[in-house]
């Protein structure tokens, strides 16, 4: 059974930055294409960016030039590096992992998910 745990969340001053982990166990995660996720209470999972299994990257709109997303086959985790953040980042961030090994954004694309690690943005 595949699982996937986030870690690197907390409170962070507006301009600041923080980096987000994912650690896959119990599949292949090399072959997985991997996606960022954040959410807010009563909305949509919005998704943030994805990296590939052969690690190409994509990225929201909203936070490209700002957000890289890497990732470390060796470790079998992929990193949310977020940087000039803005109180509109905060939110639950959630990372996916899918099989078929390319990214895209919508939820349906995946096959796991993991709980989820809570970014709070202050101004």
């Known amino acids: 059974q595949v699982q996937l745990v986030e870690s690197g969340g907390g409170l962070v001053q507006a301009g600041g930055s923080l980096r987000l982990s994912c650690a896959a166990s119990?599949?292949?995660?090399?072959?997985?294409?991997m996606g960022w996720f954040r959410q807010a209470p009563g909305q949509e999972r919005e998704f943030v960016g994805g990296?590939?299994?052969?690690?190409?990257?994509s990225y929201a709109n909203s936070v490209e030039g700002r957000f890289t997303i890497s990732r470390d086959n060796a470790k079998n985790t992929v990193y949310l590096q977020m940087n000039s953040l803005k109180p509109e980042d905060t939110d639950v961030y959630y990372c996916?992992?899918?099989?078929?090994?390319?990214?895209?954004?919508?939820?349906?694309?995946?096959?796991?998910w993991g709980q989820g690690t809570q970014v709070i943005v202050s101004s």
């Open positions: 996916a992992a899918r099989r078929a090994g390319g990214v895209g954004s919508s939820q349906r694309l995946y096959d796991y």
């Open positions: 119990g599949g292949t995660f090399s072959s997985y294409g």
């Open positions: 990296i590939t299994s052969s690690s190409g990257t």
